[in-house]
């Protein structure tokens, strides 16, 4: 039964353990409750909020609005030789997918293996990491649109996909929720193992030929050796984006900068590691009253126990200008900013 709850703490919905409140709040299991929702006075003219788990994410100030947590669950797969098809549920906790199809032999996903977050927010964040964006694997998926109440179903070209970005970040913002999520993967794996330190990775363990249970092993590791866990304290993972710019800007930057981490990007762009950028300048490890980056990665912004969300926000801004004083590059937040 859909129970609309108000004045509720927002602490254990968000990975940054940021204690704000929100007016209102309600979570969702199917569709029919998204419609039923939408059919309460409560919703008419009121600020919304859509969450999964609620970890990309800083709550800088109380929510005056109506949190809607989106709990729909369920995988369903549909096998037709090498081609495989993956629907789950928007509410579906990331890694736990990740982890079904590693088990069930579906490859495609296993770099993106522990992405905090929810299968409904994968398309619109576009997640990525090491070598693989969602957009690679994405088939297509459904959404409720709040304004007709109805269901809709948005193909690749429909999304719109850029590097962390999708029409729903943009043009729709807003305006629909996504409900599930299929996904186009192989029996056969092509696996990816040139990014970052997977193939350094694989070696340790003795491994030349790596299946993606092996892949995702090697990613799960990495991270974990890289990014603290939001259960023990609070952060939302990488907090800025890793800047693309043009060679031009590059040529600029490597000229004073020659061991510079970047890669080259399919657009003929060059994209920057912004970790490095941030450590450059002094920043891993740094503690600022309860905020600070992470002692192993500065690209993740954490909160020591009773930081605020301005706090948090603050502290990004003394590395923004920081970078921007250092290397002529702007860097911009990845998680969104209430």
């Not at 998204?34 to 600020?47: A, G, H, S, V, W």
């Not at 964040?125 to 109440?149: H, W």
């Not at 043009?246 to 994209?271: C, G, L, M, S, W």
């Amino acid at each position: 039964m859909l129970q609309i709850q108000e004045n509720i703490s927002l602490r254990p919905y968000n990975t940054f353990a940021i204690d704000v409140k929100a007016a209102f709040f309600v979570e969702i299991f199917n569709e029919v409750d998204l419609k039923t929702l939408f059919e309460n006075e409560i919703t008419k003219n009121q600020k919304l909020l859509i969450i999964g788990g609620g970890s990309n994410v800083l709550f800088t100030e109380d929510y005056n609005g109506l949190v809607i947590k989106i709990s729909i669950k369920g995988i369903e797969s549909e096998v037709d030789g090498n081609d495989i098809k993956v629907t789950a549920g928007a509410g579906v906790v990331w890694n736990d997918f990740v982890n079904y199809c590693v088990a069930h032999n579906f490859a495609g996903v296993e770099n993106l293996s522990l992405i905090p977050g929810t299968v409904g927010a994968s398309p619109i964040q576009n997640i990525g990491a090491y070598g693989v964006e969602l957009k690679d694997v994405f088939e297509s998926c459904t959404a409720f649109e709040i304004k007709t109440g109805e269901i809709k179903t948005f193909s690749y070209n429909d999304c719109h996909f850029g590097y962390r970005e999708s029409i729903f970040k943009g043009l729709l913002k807003g305006q629909f929720i996504i409900t599930t999520v299929t996904f186009s993967l192989k029996a056969e794996a092509d696996v990816n193992t040139s990014y970052g330190a997977i193939e350094i990775e694989l070696q340790k363990r003795g491994i030349k030929n790596p299946g993606i249970a092996d892949v995702s092993a090697a990613v799960s590791h990495i991270r974990v050796s890289k990014l603290p866990d939001p259960s023990t304290i609070g952060n939302a993972g990488s907090f800025f984006k890793n800047p693309v710019i043009e060679k031009f800007e590059f040529a600029d930057v490597v000229a004073k900068h020659p061991d510079v981490v970047h890669y080259a990007t399919a657009d003929d762009r060059i994209k920057l590691a912004a970790g490095w950028l941030i450590e450059q300048c002094g920043w891993k490890g740094k503690v600022e009253g309860q905020t600070g980056t992470w002692k192993n990665q500065a690209l993740v912004l954490v909160n020591h126990g009773s930081a605020s969300g301005k706090e948090v926000y603050d502290f990004s801004e003394l590395i923004i200008d920081s970078v921007k004083s250092a290397f002529g590059v702007t860097l911009e937040r990845e998680v969104n900013i209430l």
